[in-house]
């Protein structure tokens, strides 16, 4: 199995609340035992890059994504208040999202959701992962099987975020991403925007502009705090961003 880890500080959060997903689970103990899974086999290729934060000083933690794949924004992102955020991509399984979501519940670190995922998994060197605990501890796992038409494919983490991507215009993209966050002042929300904008101009997902999506969870709030999505459009950062300008939440600074 071929793993990479990169540890900071952030929290995972979960979306998708499958229940029959979470009956998978059993407890894990010590360093990280196997659990029950489907049988998996590459599923659809989403080539694409995002982001997952958190502030535990405000107690939000969130997720963005853009890439050329419809509605990306509600199959690779998965947050919960007071727990973290996850994404899965590149022969993504969205079954991981909410088994993710319960083994960070669990205490379980980003490192080891990482190993128990793909304990079992056929096809590890495939998958794009990212995980984030709401300590921002954060781990992540790159495709380095990926063919070539998924190159670029890179990842970067900093203090409470982690930004990744496959099939990229190159590694500008997870550089500017991670700029823009540190760089933005605002809200975490408003840091997600500018880190997709930003891996947007940088060149995005070298194939095109279709979907792209926010999720951010608030300690106290129920289920997502604020979400806002692009599922088909010429170019879905930018009709993103429109929206994202209108919009009068609180989740967005001044």
């Given at each position: ?39 998996l086999?590459?599923e ?104 070539k ?6 990842g ?19 550089t ?38 926010i ?5 106290g709030?129920?289920?997502?705090w ?5 599922d ?11 929206k ?9 600074g001044?």
């Amino acid at each position: 199995m071929s793993m990479q880890f990169t540890t900071s500080g952030s929290q995972i959060v979960n979306l998708g609340l499958l229940s029959w997903a979470l009956t998978l689970l059993f407890p894990i103990a010590g360093s990280c035992e196997p659990i029950a899974l489907p049988s998996l086999n590459p599923e659809t290729k989403i080539a694409t890059f995002s982001i997952v934060a958190v502030d535990p000083e405000t107690g939000e933690c969130g997720a963005a994504v853009a890439s050329k794949y419809p509605a990306v924004g509600r199959v690779v992102t998965y947050v919960k208040a007071d727990v973290g955020a996850f994404c899965t991509q590149h022969y993504h399984v969205p079954q991981w999202g909410p088994v993710a979501i319960e083994l960070l519940t669990e205490k379980k670190s980003p490192q080891q959701v990482i190993a128990a995922l793909l304990e079992t998994d056929a096809h590890p060197d495939q998958r794009q992962l990212a995980v984030i605990n709401m300590q921002g501890n954060v781990a992540q796992h790159h495709p380095t099987g990926a063919p070539k038409q998924s190159h670029y494919w890179g990842g970067r983490s900093g203090k409470f975020y982690a930004c990744q991507g496959n099939t990229l215009a190159g590694s500008q993209v997870i550089t500017a991403m991670g700029d823009a966050y540190e760089k933005t002042k605002g809200t975490l929300t408003d840091r997600l925007m500018a880190a997709l904008i930003a891996g947007d101009m940088a060149g995005g997902d070298h194939r095109g502009r279709l979907a792209a999506g926010i999720q951010v969870a608030k300690s106290g709030k129920p289920g997502l705090w604020f979400e806002l999505y692009v599922d088909k459009s010429d170019d879905a950062v930018k009709e993103l961003m429109d929206k994202y300008q209108k919009i009068d939440h609180p989740a967005k600074g001044k």
